[in-house]
């Protein structure tokens, strides 16, 4: 129908800055030209008042080279872009504020305070098919790049990354730390290759994704080396067979083959899901004469309405030198959410991870979850430690972009998770962390 | 066609400019309505133009939840707000260029040039209610994060903040470093706080501001110090009785509670408000078994046209443990300013605070300044030494974003004033500093 | 036709959102005249309507005064400016990801990847004639601040810049390093001083520039030395006989008079033209009791069409303290450039360097180029060594703000190109590096 057509120009109209008054001028002509017909107006009067709009639009047309079409929006951050989608940049962040308190048991933790995440990030695009992002964290006083990569549109819906992302691999660690469900990733996260340089592919069809790629070193690691890099090769499928608005089920798999640099040396530790403190129980120090790191991840997800259930397990197998055993480590969590105000988890299955949730109600959304999360990092000789945490989490969604996190866990470590020996293993804390978080 | 596009430019009016368009339109109601009264348009003519319009009003309601209204502004920096005032994005900016001079007595200090702030800073608003604020600094090669919180504007005028922000304590402290009459600080400014991480209260009436809260350490406070961290609960009060334009009596007083964090020790120092040197001659050293510490300020500024005195005392007291007497340190500072140009500096009563100054006339402002600043960090066994210092200041306001300002300082320092040992006390050099500074 | 004419306007109201607003009152008035004169508008109607549409004028006009008519634009970055151009502000920034393949000789190099840059860059222009700029680069993990100056126009063409930004010497040192034709600048520019804080003048006529400066040290030269700063002195002027848009001949001269700080060390080296590697062969190590340190540098290119030619010769003479020679080191390159689908290297005559190549065709462009480099760091008691290498690179454009680059380097180091011996002389392995760039 031509009036719905109507809409439809103008929403696009308007998202084009289009003419302010330029319409009114149009209307304008229109009266004119009416008032010459029925004589009020003399040809002379009519020509002049149009010959001034025209000059208008002549001069006008003299800008048209210069200054495409662009549409301003402000969710709290900025987003410009062309009308014909060609060109637009984006510019915003994400500010997190954690407190801790540690009811420690034999170590001392410390409890305080700490700026989380203080992040700004800038993405764009460029000739419809070069997309870009440059995220840089300043929390901890020094600049940490995260997402800095290149990304080729050409051949949607697959697409091709170059520059520093994180590799495929886990569903919890692809899942932005805005939309996490708990303040920190669970402890097999410990064993997710995260943010590397590399090269990418990705494409994904109705319900499924697959992407995978080759990676080198993370910017800042052993930047003093002079030794050959490590490297990795990375790759993850994930298929949702149910993937209505409020309804989802996801299932992923992911591989990963990793050479460590020439010292051949690796080592794997977590913090207790808990970061203000620097103690990493779970640590197996420098494990040596690494010739290569095998990882495998298995996901699982449901959402139906505002409850949900997921989880993972993640594998890890050290190849070590003649006359060594190899190593064998693994962890799994698993978490059930259930958003008290009617929300649902915000799915997204092109992407195959979780995005935003936006609160229904002005009061916010409020949402109650409660995880387990088991890592062991003991094998043969190497005493890493295992560990056991049940966390209770409650979140407060003030609005879509602002929420408050509180989480209660309640750590259960065995005698080897002494942090390499820093400090006395089977300790056994209770920590509760707060967090104010807002992103734009 | 073309019609559509008419419709979809008259929207953007509305979007744009709502105040001049729909006023414009509103013009074009009436001329319509007179001119179908007197019969100088047909009925039908003028059903045919209001149709045009009303399709609009219709469209641009339902434009709003598509795209919102927003203004883009900038005076250097970025300003986008939606016209609702719901959402809102700012970027700006500030840098500052000096180079110091050092007539040496003594010690060497070391002439030099630095890059005194490199800040980008970002800030918004969200849903009406919630802001935020990021700022990072780059000078000094670090990334130096400072003003970083989410606010909670429902209760205004009352509001709630948390995250990194300056705690209420001392107006000089709380004055930005864009609008100081001086280069740096005066000496005193070593007992205040600061900035840290905590939540705090604020509210105002006419002419009075209170602001109260708890705080933390700061982002970068010993980050690798595992005993609990220190923490401080600091409050200010301010009242104006004179708050006109030009005519402005302030007073303040702030008191603030402290506790270190387990290693139980503080360490005072200063620089002798030029900060291109390192050298400390102001410094306590270790103050070690510091059970707490207490801060009072008291701050006094009456503006008088061009003219204006501002003026603060702030005394600290440090309780030891048993056996150790306890310490008292103070200071206090006194200025004079004189805008030699006729311009008065910019007293905020809703702030408590000074504020930006806008030259009169094209060649911009002249300001004359004077201070004396006074420390004394000597008490029973610490002998953090003793200073008096003696500043011309002269300002020139290129315009009301760019200044360049002119210090000249006598410094005299007494025996103890030796950077803890590391240079000779009795040192009293003069002091030669310059700065090009722009905010946007 | 109307049509068009309205496609103008519109347009121009994307530039100037308020401009064509006030024209259509314009018009309004006019046509009210005319109703009033013809007797079709009572003297009271016009009346009404015309004070109306003052009032209107007035808001809009206090419209005006808080939101400038801006003008939006994105080309991947964000640009933002007043119609008058007295204020403006842009951002943008730059992705350089690198990896490198290192044919070893005899020493280890370390094949890897790098974030190269990382940059985010804001710039802006206050009151019509205050300009700044300020760049900071985040590769490396630390914020390195870049450009950061305060620039005034009011002499325009003179421009007087205080700050921290690249001392004039040097053709491809003053070049972008987006617009650099290899991947790194030769091995001569171990010679030029790059950036530095001071105060700067510069001016430009037909063909011709001129610059020069005084400098002290960069933001992060030995930050805790208390010593007076080094400073240097340096100018260069520049003249193009040629300067057509496909044609241009370039020739230019510059010196440096340099001061070492209180240490009167200096320390000459250089990586390989690879910056994955840490390896500097050329290193003369510490340079002690240096007095003054002198350096002269020639440029030369010409463009004809899609071929150019571009050579830079630099030469340092080190005056060293009574009882030591004197020494003298310098180095060369020449490198041609083949623009094989035709587009020609973008020279700027009124800068006196090289800008953006745009490609023609929808394919993008490719550039071929050879280039030959020599650095001689031997001369008496020091022996840094001398090196000569060998590069062939070749670059495909993607479009104008992207693009991917490729280099292979013969590498030819003497007995004493031992990284101050740090590493074995003699060696001459060969490099392959890939840039994947993209700014915005």
């Known amino acids: 129908m031509s009036a719905s057509k109507h809409w439809g120009m103008m929403i696009s109209t308007v998202v084009l800055f289009a003419a302010t008054a330029t319409a009114g001028e149009a209307e304008f002509y229109r009266l004119l030209e009416m008032l010459l017909q029925n004589g009020t107006l003399t040809q002379q009067q009519y020509d002049s008042l149009r010959g001034a709009l025209d000059d208008d639009g002549v001069a006008s047309e003299a800008l048209e080279a210069e200054a495409p079409r662009v549409a301003v929006d402000t969710a709290g951050g900025l987003e410009v872009s062309t009308d014909d989608g060609a060109f637009s ?60 990569f ?44 995260g943010r590397h340089i590399g090269i990418g592919l990705g494409s994904r ?10 990676f080198g070193e993370s910017f800042d690691d052993d930047v003093s080396d002079e030794g050959d890099e490590g490297w990795g090769i ?5 298929y949702a067979p149910w993937r209505e608005d409020r309804r989802a089920l996801h299932f992923g798999a992911a591989l990963s083959h990793r050479v460590p640099d020439e010292t051949k040396e690796i080592e794997l530790d977590t913090r207790p899901e808990s970061h203000i403190t620097d103690v990493r129980y779970l640590n197996t120090g420098r494990i040596t004469d690494v010739s290569h790191l095998d990882l495998a991840g298995l996901e699982a997800a449901w959402v139906e309405g505002p409850f949900s259930l997921q989880g993972e397990y993640v594998a890890a197998a050290v190849d070590r030198g003649a006359g060594q055993s190899n190593l064998a480590f693994d962890g799994w969590y698993l978490y059930g959410s259930w958003l008290l105000t009617g929300e649902s988890r915000n799915y997204k299955p092109k992407a195959g991870k979780f995005g935003r949730i936006r609160p229904i109600a002005p009061g916010g ?32 969604y003030l609005n879509a972009h602002t929420r408050l996190m509180a989480n209660y866990i309640r750590v259960d470590n065995d005698a080897n998770a002494d942090d390499d020996g820093d400090v006395a293993g089977d300790d056994d804390p209770r920590i509760i962390q707060l967090r104010a978080q807002i992103d734009f």
Chains 1, 2, 3 share one sequence.
């Open 234 to 238: 990375t790759g993850r499928v994930t």
């Open 365 to 396: 959304a409020w949402e109650l979850a409660l995880r387990y999360s088991s890592l062991d990092l003991n094998d043969d000789d190497v005493a890493g430690g295992r560990a056991g945490q049940m966390t209770v989490g409650l979140n407060w």
């Open 89 to 148: 940049f984006g510019l915003g962040g994400r500010l997190m504020i954690d407190s801790a308190f540690y009811r420690e048991d034999t170590n001392d933790l410390g409890d305080g305070t700490e700026l989380r995440r203080t992040r700004l990030e800038a993405e764009g695009m460029l000739f419809s098919d070069y997309a870009y992002e440059l995220g840089v964290d300043f929390a901890g006083s020094d600049a940490d790049v995260k997402d800095a």
């Open 150 to 193: 290149i990304e080729y549109l050409g051949l949607w819906p697959a697409t091709i990354r170059v520059g520093q992302f994180k590799e495929p691999f886990s569903l919890e660690e692809l899942t932005s730390s805005k939309y996490m469900t708990f303040m920190e990733r669970a402890l097999p996260n410990a064993l997710a290759p």
């Open 205 to 214: 069809g109705s319900g499924w994704t697959a992407a995978g790629g080759v």
